[in-house]
């Protein structure tokens, strides 16, 4: 049986710098570590009010991640131009509020076809590989066809946060018909957002998710008991070897 790659989002590790505008700790360094217990790429967002990943951060990265290193991004001028010359293996764009604590909801990608296309575009002829982050929705999966990219990635953040469980089964069903009708479509699938060692095990089992990406859960994990072993926990959540974390 094949289960989901893991990647690991690892904005929180620069988020711990940020709180005194120190050096330590170093995200590379959280990267290295998640490489090396076993995670399969590296998840970064470059918001553009640099809250916590900053320019330096990526160029580092880029520079030493041997394996995949996805760049979260808006659809803003400015990080495009970053992405396109530093390159990371992927790009995925993803919606962008200054105000928001993290990402909300799914990249409209239906009311912003042509803006959207563009940007897949010039990703795509700077040799990126491209994918969207979009909720769980038919039409929103249709209009990704449209732009051109070839991978999407499932907001998982409604099924994450249920507040009970006939809510809970009532969005793993909606992730489980989203991911079959988009890998009908061709699309590569991925998940991701809000993902946790309690929930997770659940959307890993579904067949045809290709990477769950998952970064604060484990970051918050790394702090009791160290980053090697919360990856390590985590992939064996996700292949169905492990217990729920306290």
């Given at each position: 049986?094949?289960?989901?790659k893991?990647?690991?989002?690892?904005?929180?590790?620069?988020?711990?710098?940020?709180?005194?505008?120190?050096?330590?700790?170093?995200?590379?360094i959280?990267?290295?570590?998640?490489?090396?217990?076993?995670?399969?790429?590296?998840?970064?967002?470059?918001?553009?009010?640099?809250?916590?990943?900053?320019?330096?951060?990526?160029?580092?990265?880029?520079?030493?991640?041997?394996?995949?290193?996805?760049?979260?991004?808006?659809?803003?001028?400015?990080i495009?131009?970053?992405?396109?010359?530093?390159?990371?293996?992927?790009?995925?764009?993803?919606?962008?509020?200054?105000?928001?604590?993290?990402?909300?909801?799914g990249?409209?990608?239906?009311?912003?076809?042509?803006?959207?296309?563009?940007?897949?575009?010039?990703?795509?002829?700077?040799?990126?590989?491209?994918?969207?982050?979009?909720?769980?929705?038919?039409?929103?999966?249709?209009?990704?066809?449209?732009?051109?990219?070839?991978?999407?990635?499932?907001?998982?953040?409604?099924y994450?946060?249920?507040?009970?469980?006939?809510e809970?089964?009532?969005?793993?069903k909606?992730?489980?018909?989203?991911?079959?009708?988009?890998?009908?479509?061709?699309?590569?699938?991925?998940a991701?957002?809000?993902?946790?060692?309690?929930?997770?095990?659940?959307?890993?089992?579904?067949?045809?998710?290709?990477e769950?990406?998952?970064?604060?859960?484990?970051?918050?994990?790394?702090?009791?008991?160290?980053?090697?072993?919360?990856?390590?926990?985590?992939?064996?959540?996700?292949?169905?070897?492990g217990?729920?974390?306290v």
């Amino acid at each position: 049986m094949s289960y989901p790659k893991l990647g690991v989002n690892i904005d929180h590790v620069a988020s711990l710098r940020q709180l005194r505008g120190a050096d330590e700790p170093q995200p590379v360094i959280a990267a290295l570590a998640c490489l090396d217990a076993g995670a399969d790429s590296i998840v970064v967002h470059l918001r553009e009010d640099r809250r916590h990943i900053n320019d330096d951060d990526l160029g580092i990265l880029k520079r030493v991640i041997k394996k995949k290193l996805n760049l979260e991004m808006s659809v803003n001028k400015e990080i495009v131009d970053i992405a396109c010359r530093v390159g990371p293996d992927q790009a995925t764009l993803v919606p962008e509020k200054r105000q928001e604590v993290t990402t909300e909801g799914g990249l409209d990608v239906a009311g912003n076809l042509p803006g959207v296309r563009g940007v897949v575009d010039r990703l795509r002829k700077s040799g990126i590989k491209v994918s969207l982050f979009i909720d769980p929705v038919f039409k929103q999966i249709d209009a990704s066809v449209k732009s051109g990219v070839e991978m999407i990635e499932l907001h998982t953040g409604k099924y994450a946060g249920a507040g009970n469980k006939k809510e809970e089964d009532k969005y793993f069903k909606q992730l489980e018909g989203a991911v079959k009708y988009a890998r009908a479509k061709g699309l590569d699938v991925n998940a991701g957002h809000g993902l946790d060692y309690y929930n997770v095990g659940r959307v890993a089992g579904i067949k045809g998710i290709a990477e769950l990406n998952i970064g604060y859960a484990i970051v918050c994990r790394a702090v009791l008991v160290g980053i090697k072993r919360a990856v390590r926990e985590m992939e064996e959540l996700i292949k169905g070897q492990g217990r729920g974390q306290v």
